[in-house]
């Protein structure tokens, strides 16, 4: 088993995180030892001054903040529509039954399309409000999620032990190279610089860049 599969939360960052006074990659240290993983300057032997840095908090805190950038309205619904398909695919009973979704069943007179043919695309409407939902007819294809499932489902989009589960943290990763371009790190904070406009902290104005405590 490698150093990165025994603390892979420690590694979500590798290759992003760099020092903020000397431009220097930062890497992770201390494992060998079994020690507490630590980001570390290598430049620090030619007297930079960065102080070593905790890696796995440090990433949960940069994880945290950038899906909670990430997600305005407009991409919340699509990663809604993510999560829902996996709650509603077979074997996935169990989170189904936490985010109080049902499964649905097909109509007696709902026939399989012909082999080869596929049906027509079902939309999810994800909907805050139950009397738009009421307005909705039936033959619209949607599936309304209103009340505590929908509240369950953004819970769990938002719930930073979904992305740092054992079989979700390779994709996490993947989606934190993609949204971060880099990371500098300082005595005091980091400045997370994202590939994209996000709205960081809850701001209404799209920002590519955002300031966290590292202390």
């Known amino acids: ?112 399309p012909p082999h080869g043919e596929d049906r027509e695309p079902t939309f999810i409407g994800l909907l805050h409000g139950q009397e738009i939902a009421n307005e909705l007819p039936n033959s619209f294809g949607f599936i309304v999620l209103t009340g505590p499932a929908l509240r369950k489902v953004e819970e769990y989009s938002l719930n930073l032990d979904t992305y740092l589960r054992p079989s979700n943290i390779h994709t996490t990763k993947a989606i934190m190279e993609i949204l971060i371009s880099e990371i500098l790190v300082g005595p005091d904070s980091a400045t997370i610089r994202y590939s994209l406009p996000v709205h960081p902290g809850g701001w209404p104005e799209a920002r590519t860049s955002e300031e966290v405590p590292t202390s």
Do not use: W
Not at 50 to 76: G, K, M, S, Y
Not at 85 to 93: H, R
């Open 1 to 112: 088993m490698t150093m990165t599969d025994r603390n892979p939360i420690s590694h979500l960052m590798d290759g992003m995180v760099k020092c903020r006074h000397c431009g220097t990659p930062l890497e992770t240290d201390g494992e060998s030892l079994n020690e507490t993983p630590k980001y570390v300057c290598t430049a620090k032997n030619d007297g930079c001054n960065t102080p070593d840095l905790e890696a796995e908090p440090f990433n949960r805190l940069v994880a945290r903040r950038a899906i909670h950038a990430f997600l305005n309205p407009q991409n919340t619904g699509k990663v809604f529509t993510i999560i829902h398909d996996e709650a509603m695919s077979e074997g996935n009973e169990n989170l189904r039954a936490a985010l109080d979704l049902q499964q649905t069943t097909p109509e007696p007179d709902d026939e399989p």
